[in-house]
């Protein structure tokens, strides 16, 4: 069979012919109880993907990329009395900066260098300093460079200095541990079309139940207010019409997940990717631009090769059917990423060797 355009960007994904094929389904309205079935169904099987998140979180469903997901948590949770902290060390991170700031909320930062780490001797300083804080936001795995930030710690700081934990895991859900049994995590935002295999529109955060009970929205926008979603998704509707395509394309991708095997199954694939990935362009003398340690299992940023500009780059393997992605900000010059989320075929990859290695020669 021929295979379509790869894409090896951080979503959208190249997507199954199972998952493809569910966007042929019958049209629904929204309002139909039909619809509702369907969104109570994948919230469930939201929920129950990280079985620890079963019991204690909700899964809100709403229609957007995977920033729509991370701005209206940050709207409805992020206090307006109290401060939030947010800790950077990417694009992403920042970003959650500029939306807390646009909206006027009170902030702090621990800004990091893309490079590092989180910088938690810097946090337990902020955290100590400020007992204002009450809430903590950061990214799993920062796609700026691949990092996979080491939330435990984190989250610990969170526990000692009674802070709730708020988590950026558009780009690891359904593929990394996140450690729904943590008692400090408070809501978790993602998307669909990234390690869940399903396609852009459907964007939603898992929130922890009792806060619908606890705390009033702090939301300032109407379409982006969690605790409205909460309320009518208790049937299965929502407050505005939702990607009902990209709903019938998720519930298709949620199941696939679950019959082959769940997130670490999904995590063990990947890993066996991106591992072949990283071998062979480092043995071709293309550096990763991390600790090889430091990554996630599906994005790997690496120094462009000696004398390549990426454009260059882009345009010869897209060319023979592989789109790549370039750095961002500051490293757009030095790097570039390849991802393995999406339905990657061993055989894929043996294409994508042999075109770097006769484009390098
Ligand atoms: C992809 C991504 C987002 C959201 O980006 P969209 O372009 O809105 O899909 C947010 N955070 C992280 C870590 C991401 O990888």
């Known amino acids: 069979m021929n295979r379509p355009t790869l894409l090896l960007n951080p979503g959208p994904v190249t997507l199954s012919e199972r ?7 019958e049209d629904q309205c929204h309002r139909e109880p039909e619809f509702a079935e369907l969104m109570l169904d994948i919230k469930a099987r939201l929920s129950r ?11 809100v469903v709403m229609t957007g990329s995977g920033t729509c997901a991370v701005e209206a948590m940050i ?6 009395k109290g401060r939030t902290l947010i800790v950077s060390n990417g694009v992403y991170g920042e970003r959650i900066s500029a939306m ?24 337990a300083m902020q955290l100590s300093a400020d007992p204002q804080i009450s809430h903590v936001v950061a990214v799993h795995n920062e796609t700026t460079t691949g990092r996979l930030n080491d939330i435990e710690p984190l989250a610990d ?5 009674d802070a709730y934990l708020m988590l950026d895991a558009v780009s690891s859900f359904g593929a990394e541990a996140i450690d729904f049994s943590h008692p400090n995590l408070l809501a978790v935002a993602a998307t669909s079309n ?4 399903a396609i852009v529109g459907c964007a939603f955060v898992m929130v922890r139940k009792r806060v619908f009970e606890e705390r009033k929205s702090q939301a300032n926008t109407l379409y ?24 019938f394309a998720l519930q298709e ?44 299992s599906m994005i790997t940023s690496f120094g462009l090769p000696e004398g390549w500009r990426y454009p260059d780059l882009h345009d010869r393997l897209c060319s023979k059917g592989f789109v790549i992605y370039a750095g961002q900000g500051a490293l757009y010059h030095d790097m570039f990423r390849i991802c393995n989320m999406g339905d990657i075929r061993d055989e894929d990859l043996l294409r994508l060797f042999d075109c770097l290695t006769a484009i390098l020669d």
Not at 157 to 161: D, G, S, W
Not at 254 to 282: C, F, K, P, V
Request: charged fraction near 20%; proline fraction near 4%; glycine fraction near 4%.
């Open 19 to 25: 998952v493809r094929n569910a966007l042929l389904r």
């Open 49 to 59: 993907l990280y079985p620890q998140a079963a019991a204690e979180f909700d899964a």
């Open 75 to 80: 709207a409805s949770l992020a206090p307006t």
């Open 100 to 123: 807390l700031e646009m909206m006027g909320r009170p902030a702090a930062e621990v800004r990091c260098d893309w490079l590092s780490e989180m910088d938690l001797t810097a946090v």
């Open 157 to 161: 700081l969170c526990r000692q200095h």
């Open 194 to 197: 990234k390690c869940l295999h």
């Open 224 to 247: 982006l207010d969690l605790f409205s979603y909460h309320q009518a998704q208790q049937e299965g509707f929502s407050p505005f019409t939702q990607a009902t395509h990209s709903c």
């Open 253 to 296: 991708a949620l199941m696939e997940l679950d019959e082959s095997g769940g997130w670490q199954a999904r995590r063990d694939r990947y890993r066996t990717l991106s591992g072949r990935i990283r071998n062979h362009l480092n043995a071709l003398g293309i550096p990763c631009l991390l600790a090889r340690e430091a990554y996630s």
